[in-house]
């Protein structure tokens, strides 16, 4: 059996960083890590080859080789995904879709021939088995009500990738969190119940990339890192024994949830292990909105203390904000930019509420008779529901404070303050010859011939005298800027702008019926609100 997995394109998003990436040097972000785990269950006889469509277009030769197409992604890759399957189906290929998008909203992808809804681990056979169906037979493979071990997960094909292409690679240690936000379709997907690998399943991984000659950055990519704290307490120590061991190959980034800053040893951990930035979810500071929302894990948390104590480790914060929750007023927007005028988060991302397919929030809203119709997971056009707030102000303010927030002068402030802020790494290491050609690339592009070339070269100062890590941090955070200043400009103004016409052409978009899934059903369904985790794991 010969098989193509395909990664669909995604769109230009913030944390695409599409405008930096030729900065670097690079193509895309991060690899497809869903797929190429999917691919080591595949059966060993199988030939595979992966197509990344970010970093190279799909060709109809790339499917005719094939015998199946195996696809899959977000809700954002949704148009380009839509396009694979069409290709396949002209040149006669059977295909199967998962993913998040697909485990979610499986009625908006009945253009396949076989849908995989959850997690791929103990049901490889299932999957052969539809792929191997006769021609012609549409059938949804529904995930089993149980959530498999992570224990016996194989290391996955990162030989398949063209590492080269990318700005990190990737590895996953857990799925789940324990934590309730009505917003948040993780605990929908993934579980409420931390599920971990073993810390030696973690070195394998890490073992594999670097006999592939990879050094560099790697996104630890759970949802909530530290979800069993007492489990991951163990991974961070065999993650600094092999670092030291391995002389400090990597470096790690991952996703946490704030209650991260109110435990030291675990940050200490963290930094031992060689962690330089995390992303966390703040969404808001108001402790009403949080409670209503079932974010109780941030109430009674000093946002700006524990910023400053993160950054002081020598962890970069990057956080998520939300606009638009029940009972928010223009009060909130107030709020938020007063948080970030001085805080040390060049990367603030503020997005509108949305509901979510298979969320609390969704069913709440769907209950409630205010959803308007699915999203693609767009936070810059008007809300896929009624809000409480009146529309019109809500898009305006929330297009008012995203313009704020990237201007040049206000994100280069805020990358200032991380600048001054930002403590040593505890393992230095020694520049990487890519990160010198990165170095040499931004002097000319963003401080000879750039239009910001006064605000790069301002930065740079400042952190010469700070040392070399803070040069590194200055680099960074000018190279990323270029992507969130330009995209915030030439991007997401102008579709706000339109949501904005929309609003005003019509103030009371009706609620539209929801597609129900259409093709045959394979396996008993998960109880309600128990949806299995994805074939593509990010």
């Not at 972000?29 to 060993?44: E, M, Q, R």
């Not at 069993?228 to 065999?238: I, P, Q, Y």
């Amino acid at each position: 059996m010969r098989a193509l997995l395909v990664h669909p394109e995604f769109p230009t998003t913030y944390w695409g960083f599409q405008h930096s990436l030729d900065l670097i040097g690079k193509r895309a972000t991060l690899p497809p890590l869903g797929l190429i785990s999917v691919a080591a269950l595949l059966p060993p006889d199988w030939d595979i080859r992966l197509v990344d469509m970010n970093v190279r277009p799909l060709e109809a030769d790339d499917v005719r080789w094939s015998d199946v197409v195996l696809t899959g992604g977000m809700l954002v890759q949704e148009p380009s995904l839509h396009e694979v399957l069409a290709l396949a189906r002209r040149l006669g290929r059977r295909t199967v879709v998962g993913g998040p998008a697909c485990t979610t909203s499986p009625e908006r992808f009945d253009d396949a021939d076989c849908l995989f809804l959850g997690e791929a681990e103990g049901r490889v056979e299932a999957l052969v088995a539809a792929i191997e169906a006769r021609p012609g037979t549409p059938r949804i493979l529904e995930a089993p009500a149980a959530r498999p071990s992570l224990h016996e997960v194989p290391v996955p094909r990162f030989d398949l990738l063209d590492i080269g292409s990318y700005r990190s690679m990737c590895i996953q240690t857990s799925r789940g969190c324990p934590f309730m936000c009505e917003f948040c379709d993780i605990i929908e997907i993934f579980g409420r119940v931390p599920r971990l690998k073993k810390p030696d399943q973690a070195i394998a991984e890490l073992e594999a990339l670097r006999a592939l000659g990879y050094r560099g950055e790697i996104f630890i990519v759970d949802d909530n890192f530290i979800g069993n704290k007492k489990a991951v307490r163990a991974t961070l120590g065999e993650l600094a024994r092999w670092q030291a061991q391995a002389g400090y190959p990597f470096t790690f980034y991952t996703e946490a949830s704030l209650n991260l800053a109110t435990d030291e040893k675990l940050i200490e951990a963290m930094r031992e292990a060689s962690f330089t930035s995390v992303f966390i979810g703040i969404e808001t500071t108001d402790a009403v909105a949080l409670k209503k929302t079932g974010k109780r894990q941030n109430i009674g948390i000093d946002v700006p203390a524990a910023l400053d104590r993160l950054t002081a480790a020598g962890i970069e914060v990057m956080a998520g904000f939300i606009v638009g929750f029940d009972g928010d007023g223009h009060e909130s927007f107030e709020a938020q930019e007063e948080l970030l005028r001085d805080a040390p988060l060049p990367l603030a991302m503020t997005g509108l509420l949305i509901a979510l397919p298979a969320t609390a929030l969704w069913r709440r809203l769907e209950r409630e008779g205010r959803l308007r119709d699915h999203s693609d997971g767009d936070a810059f056009s008007r809300p896929n529901f009624r809000p409480t707030m009146p529309e019109r102000e809500l898009v305006e303010g929330y297009a008012a404070l995203l313009s704020r927030l990237y201007q040049a002068d206000a994100y280069f402030r805020r990358s200032a303050v991380l600048v001054d802020r930002i403590g040593a790494p505890a393992h230095p290491t020694t520049p990487l010859f890519e990160d010198v050609q990165v170095a040499v690339r931004s002097i000319y592009r963003l401080g000879i011939r750039g239009a910001r070339r006064a605000l790069f070269w301002r930065l740079l100062v400042r952190a010469l005298p700070r040392g070399q890590h803070a040069v590194r941090v200055a680099i960074a955070c000018a190279v990323r800027g270029e992507h969130m200043i330009r995209y915030t400009e030439e991007v997401v103004l102008p579709r706000l702008a339109e949501a904005l016409r929309q609003v005003e052409a019509e103030p009371s978009a009706a609620v539209l019926p929801l597609r129900r899934v259409s093709l045959p059903v394979v396996g008993a369904p998960p109880p309600v609100g128990e949806r299995e985790p994805m074939l593509s794991a990010t």
